[in-house]
């Protein structure tokens, strides 16, 4: 399994009976191999429309990772979604995606 | 003529991070010019995460990497000049740039610094053969207009290329809903990080086809079928092996070019390999008083480095500018062996050495358990262990001052080697 924590991509082996990782090369890969053997989780990043002069699109990102399996179902609820400016980095665009507790947030500040 | 200390052409990350940097070391007189109409570069399409890592400690999205950087420099004196071209700089440092507020009109500079970045390589680049239907985009293109302009560029695509924005594009056309139906690359190896292959291609099931290439396209108005082939060790197309995909979308992730035309004009010494122009330990060309950072140097993989590099160039461009005007003691130039293809900087003045040097470099194959040896003359005087390094990975080395001011030769060598144990 290789880590997709950092760009250095370590190639990671997880023993199912001991929980025991490695290859890893830090902390946050231990971490990864438990959990992507278990339950793979991602963060999402899309965007909606946003009703402003200056922008299109307002791109989006979950604020946790959410289980993989709930990737597509969760990018399909931003389909009719409409942002107002002003909009600032953090704010949330839409709350508790699918009951896992994560929302989509705004990665982009759009004033008007 | 308008006048500044420093003109900094290009607002994406290079140019921010070289602005902030320049400020805080007491250049307060800056103009940072932008040829779109906001500020971030090519961050602001780069909607998806993993940026940041090394700089804040942290995983933003690029727009938000952007936003930091966007901060600070509005916490400067800089003066910010988007909608405005540069058409042309001279060796004097007389910037010729046009606008639509402002009209045409010449500017001077002390000091310069040139963070352009750089561009797509198009289908011209690689000479595909077949019609030319639309639904055929670079990558970077592709993603803009889904991005940022809010239009779907298709509904099933094939992919030629495994560059990092190849597999990012892959992914955000699976998220809108097209079908992504492979992945075709010409070398044995991706050039994209593992992870992007892992969580861009492996997570939708979308195959990577290795040492294969797009050897015909059909369709009239728009884009009908693709044909792959696989090719031999030459990258000759091996008859026999060809594939039809059914696809109204080719995206091309085919590398990325420098964008120099200024560089080139001003008789900026330009180095073949990168693309770039030559630089110094302290990113100032051929040029004396005209410093490059970022992707018009060479291309890089993460933004970190370039926002690394580019306050390197900030700090130099300030030190230049308020009177440090030592510079040009002697020069040694770093040559590239083997496996190791180019490095930045490509030649160093010991003397403007504070600590040590960060030399940037790429290599042509996978090694293994390799040794990286730094030589002046026959004499190895450093060398370092790296677990792997692979073709689609910028490396780097730090040389210690201590190394560099034994150099007696005026040019020291870089090679690669593969550690064989007994």
Known sequence: MICICCPKGCHLVYDEKSGNVSGNSCAM?????????????????????????????LPVKTNFAIPKHMVMKAVELLNDIEVQPPVFIGDVVYKNILGTGADFVCTKTVNE | MRHYQLAIIGAGPAGLAAAVKAYENGVKKILVIERDKILGGILNQCIHNGF??????????GPEYADRYIKMLNETSAEIQTDTMVLNITKERILSVISP??????????????????????????????????????????????????????RRAVILGSGDIGLIMARRMTLEGAKVLACIEVMPYSSGLNRNIVQCLNDFDIPLYLSHTVIDIKGANRLEKVIAAKVDENRRPIKGTEMEFDCDTLLLSIGLIPENELTRACGIQIDFRTNGAYVYENMQTSCEGIFACGNVVHVHDLVDYVSEESEKAGEAA???????????????????????????????????????????FRVNKSIDKAKIIVSDYQKDIASFKKQYVVPGEMQNIILAKNQIENIRGDYITIRAEEIISE
């Open chain 1, 29 to 57: 890969g231990a971490r990864y191999a438990a959990a992507e053997a278990v339950d793979p989780k991602r963060v999402v990043t899309s965007t909606v429309r946003i009703n402003s002069s200056t922008a299109v699109m």
């Open chain 2, 52 to 61: 940041g890592l090394h700089r804040f400690k942290q995983e933003l999205t």
């Open chain 2, 101 to 154: 507020l402002r009209g045409f009109e010449n500017i001077k500079a002390d000091a310069v610094i040139l963070a352009m970045g750089c561009r797509e390589r198009t289908r011209g680049a690689i000479r595909i053969p077949g019609s030319r239907p639309s639904g055929i985009f670079t990558a970077g293109t592709a993603q803009r207009y889904i991005n940022i302009d809010g239009y779907m560029v298709g």
């Open chain 2, 318 to 360: 300030a030190k230049y500018i308020l009177g440090d005007k030592t510079l040009n003691n002697k020069t040694i130039e770093i040559d590239a062996q083997g496996a190791v293809t180019y490095t930045v900087p490509q030649r160093m003045r010991c003397e403007n050495i504070d600590k040590n040097l960060k030399v940037f």
